[in-house]
């Protein structure tokens, strides 16, 4: 998909929203941006074993007695504000988000 093709895409997203369990914001949107060929990965950790690593301000939230880690990495391309196209070279690049 082209740049300016991925703009029209991500600016038509909002026309069905049927499938939203939350309404759609009434302040208008900034900036647009693709995520693409998505992981989404998740272990079970031990409390005790994730806790050094993360800082002690957050808490470490807990579901069915464990922490757990997630890992996504993904590219994120067409990145833009509202109104304008992606600048190509700038707009496109590999993330990986790491949750617990």
Do not use: I
Not at 1 to 25: C, D, I, K, T, Y
Not at 27 to 34: A, E, I, N, S, V
Not at 52 to 67: K, Y
């Amino acid at each position: 998909m082209g740049f300016l093709e991925e703009a029209e895409a991500q600016s038509s997203s909002l026309n069905e929203v049927g499938h939203r369990p939350w309404p759609v914001p009434d302040k208008p949107w900034l900036m647009g941006q693709t995520w693409r060929n998505l992981l989404f990965a998740h272990w079970r950790v031990p409390h005790d074993a994730l806790r050094p690593h993360v800082p002690p301000l957050l808490e470490l939230e807990q579901f069915d007695g464990s922490a757990w880690l997630g890992l996504t990495p993904f590219r994120l391309s067409g990145l833009r504000l509202r109104g304008l196209p992606p600048v190509p070279g700038l707009s496109a690049c590999y993330e990986l988000n790491c949750r617990t």
